[in-house]
T-cell receptor, first 113, second 114 residues
Framework: DAKTTQPPSMDCAEGRAANLPCNHS???????VYWYRQIHSQGPQYIIH???NNETNEMASLIITEDRKSSTLILPHATLRDTAVYYC??????????????FGQGTELSVKP | GAVVSQHPSWVICKSGTSVKIECRSL??????MFWYRQFPKQSLMLMAT?????????EQGVEKDKFLINHASLTLSTLTVTSAHPEDSSFYIC??????????FGPGTRLTVL
């Protein structure tokens, strides 16, 4: 699976949009981009995933560049409860298909009042 | 999303004893479950892939005789830490997925070995 690069930390003001970047320049054509987050001392929480089209759900939006070498997770109106470590992972397969997730260091997002 | 539970949520044991951690998929059947370990201030590290009815596949560097994994049913996988030592103290997390959906994680089990 391709490797991802994320900034180690970011700050965001409460109520503003949080834009978390991820580079995955070696991504293959059949690899999906997944985003998870981990709030302190809890298990990771699934946020969103996509292949090449932009995706949106009730939690966030995922913007993938046309060349698929990078993506951005957008939390439209960040709250204090969004403070967490956010992980960008690339993996073969959009469903389960037995594919394992390899976690990098992630981005520690701090939402401040 | 699908729900995964773990039991216990935390456990303290004496050095040399064995500890069993359960991972259950509550509202779906998981042919594959995964076990991760996380040390303080570090990311999750995949330990093994657990397939229902067959032997687990361990990641490089993970001792299969120390971390026994059993996936006896489509809703239950167990991790047994045998002869635990203080260096095994960690946060253990499992995940599973419905057949056509992504992985969902349990809340984790914090193990402290005295």
């Amino acid at each position: 699976d391709a490797k991802t690069t994320q900034p180690p930390s970011m700050d965001c003001a409460e109520g503003r949009a949080a834009n978390l970047p991820c580079n995955h320049s070696t991504i293959s054509g059949n690899e999906y981009v997944y985003w998870y987050r981990q709030i302190h001392s809890q298990g990771p929480q699934y946020i969103i995933h996509g292949l090449k089209n932009n995706e949106t759900n009730e939690m966030a939006s995922l913007i993938i560049t046309e060349d698929r070498k990078s993506s951005t997770l957008i939390l439209p109106h960040a709250t204090l409860r969004d403070t967490a470590v956010y992980y960008c992972i690339v993996r073969v397969g959009g469903g389960n298909q037995g594919g394992k997730l390899i976690f990098g260091q992630g981005t520690e997002l701090s939402v401040k009042p | 999303g699908a729900v995964v539970s773990q039991h216990p949520s935390w456990v303290i044991c004496k050095s040399g004893t064995s500890v069993k951690i359960e991972c259950r998929s509550l509202d779906f059947q998981a042919t594959t479950m995964f076990w991760y370990r996380q040390f303080p201030k570090q990311s999750l590290m995949l330990m093994a892939t657990s397939n229902e009815g067959s032997k687990a596949t361990y990641e490089q560097g993970v001792e299969k005789d120390k971390f026994l994994i059993n996936h006896a049913s489509l809703t239950l996988s167990t991790l047994t830490v045998t002869s635990a030592h203080p260096e095994d103290s960690s946060f253990y997390i499992c995940s599973g997925a419905p057949p056509t959906d992504t992985q969902y994680f349990g809340p984790g089990t914090r193990l402290t070995v005295l």
